[in-house]
């Protein structure tokens, strides 16, 4: 036995070994949790999936509930990788009263698919990515979306913006909030396609 395990005993010297490795372990994960936005009150942990971190998101039960409608949640529980701008609930709100309501009903399921669809891009580009590409093509980038829409990303200082194809710009408040399939980007307007 070394001087420092008589002095202490082996039983105590496991358990010091034991509580400084536990707490390494919990340092380490309370680092990895912190890189990543809290969004509507909610931690959004990088092992879940898009879905599973936004139905804790409590400025996001609109666009969960539009999802569902849409039958795209397997969709966003899938692989990906995805990057989604999330409009907030506030979003939805800003469009004319009753838009929401009437996209909801099963009649108009195709539109509200197409709608959706524009929010998201089949990539995993986090913001460092969006603003090199800006860059690179002199101020503003076009991206395709899933549902076939163009939006044109641009900048104000490191602030990013979307432009949707009816001219509206929504202003990416929370960036990266990344996923186990992809990354969100929490919008301020819900991007809609040329009607």
């Known amino acids: 036995m070394t ?3 008589t002095a202490f005993g082996e039983t105590n010297m496991k358990k010091i070994a034991l509580t400084l490795a536990l707490s390494v372990a919990t340092f380490a994960a309370a680092t990895a949790y912190a890189a990543n936005p809290m969004v509507g009150g909610a931690p959004m942990l990088a092992t879940k999936n898009i879905i599973e971190n936004a139905v804790n998101s409590k400025d996001h039960t609109t ?3 539009a999802v569902k409608a849409a039958g795209l949640v397997d969709t966003l529980e899938g692989k990906g990788p995805f990057t989604v701008f999330a409009p907030t609930n506030e979003a939805f709100a800003k469009l004319p009263a009753g838009t929401v309501e009437n996209l909801l009903k099963p009649e108009n399921k195709a539109t509200l698919v197409k709608i959706l669809t ?9 913001a460092k990515t969006v603003r090199a590409m800006i860059k690179a093509d002199g101020g503003k980038h076009m991206i395709q979306t899933v549902g076939g829409c163009m939006l044109t ?4 200082g490191k602030k990013i913006m979307i432009t949707d194809e009816q001219g509206d710009v ?3 408040t929370i960036a990266d909030v990344q996923q186990s399939n992809g990354v969100i ?3 301020d307007t819900v991007l809609l396609p040329k009607m």
């Open 3 to 5: 001087p420092v395990q």
């Open 170 to 172: 929504a202003h990416v």
């Open 118 to 126: 524009c929010h998201v891009v089949a990539a995993d580009a986090m």
């Open 185 to 187: 980007h929490v919008v």
């Open 153 to 156: 990303a641009t900048m104000k």
């Open 63 to 65: 666009l969960v509930a």
